[in-house]
């Protein structure tokens, strides 16, 4: 079974300063989607970004990019530039692309202050 | 609509009662996922449906927990007997279900769960 593991539970960062939560999956599988999702107090998920495995570029969406390293099983969000709207939780999530299922399995979140 | 709805938007009820849970997804989205959130963990993976049929029921705790999506569209989250230990926030998701696993999952704002 998969697993996705964040293994910090809370970071703070200043306003415009850059920072990067970590993330570590374990899959056998070979081609998968792998996803980062922002939770703020309101519970929405959002998605922040998203990368197929397949993909050698590392993606990126304005401000948020990752880092995502296949053979050490490692996709790291950084925000650059970050702005008091980005404090919520992050949460990273797997998904796999065969046996007809596609949900998503998600890390216990990194909670992300944003200081002024 | 605009986005994923669920209603109601907080629930409480007492140990043993029965509760329904509603999601209506964005328009014209085939696929519709239900996860459950508890305090301090990511959400966890409960039912897909692709169109009127749960495609992967695998997430589903035991048989109190029922979903049905009879039109394809709206689906219910049924819960008998509801224990204290099912106290959570619900979250739906709908994706537009092309195959692959290429569809990003767009949730609601879920429903918090309590059970006294």
């Known amino acids: 079974a998969q697993t996705v593991t964040q293994s910090q539970p809370e970071m703070s960062v200043q306003e415009a300063e850059t920072v990067t939560l970590s993330c570590t999956y374990d899959?056998?599988?070979?081609?998968?989607?792998l996803f980062w999702y922002k939770q703020p107090p309101s519970r929405q998920m959002i998605l922040v970004i998203r990368q197929e495995a397949y993909k050698q570029q590392n993606a990126t969406e304005n401000r948020f990019s990752v880092n995502f390293q296949k053979a050490a099983k490692s996709f790291s969000l950084k925000i650059s530039d970050s702005q008091l709207g980005d404090t919520a939780m992050y949460f990273c999530a797997f998904m796999r692309t065969q046996g007809g299922s596609e949900k998503l399995v998600f890390g216990k979140g990194t909670k992300l202050t944003v200081n002024p | 609509g605009a986005g994923v709805s669920q209603t109601p938007s907080n629930k409480v009820t007492e140990k043993g009662k029965y509760v329904e849970l509603r999601c209506d997804p964005i328009s014209g989205h085939t696929a519709l996922y239900w996860y459950r959130q508890s305090l301090g963990q990511g959400p966890e993976f409960l039912i897909y449906?692709?169109?009127?049929?749960?495609?992967?029921d695998s997430g589903l705790p035991n048989d109190r927990f029922f979903a049905v999506r009879p039109e394809g569209s709206v689906s219910t989250l049924k819960i008998q007997r509801t224990e204290r230990g099912d106290s959570a926030v619900y979250l739906c998701?709908?994706?537009?279900?092309?195959?692959?696993?290429?569809?990003?999952?767009?949730f609601g704002p879920g429903t918090r769960l309590t059970v006294l």
């Open positions: 998701a709908s994706s537009a279900g092309t195959s692959g696993g290429t569809d990003t999952q767009y």
């Open positions: 449906f692709q169109g009127t049929g749960a495609a992967d």
């Open positions: 899959t056998s599988e070979s081609n998968y989607y």
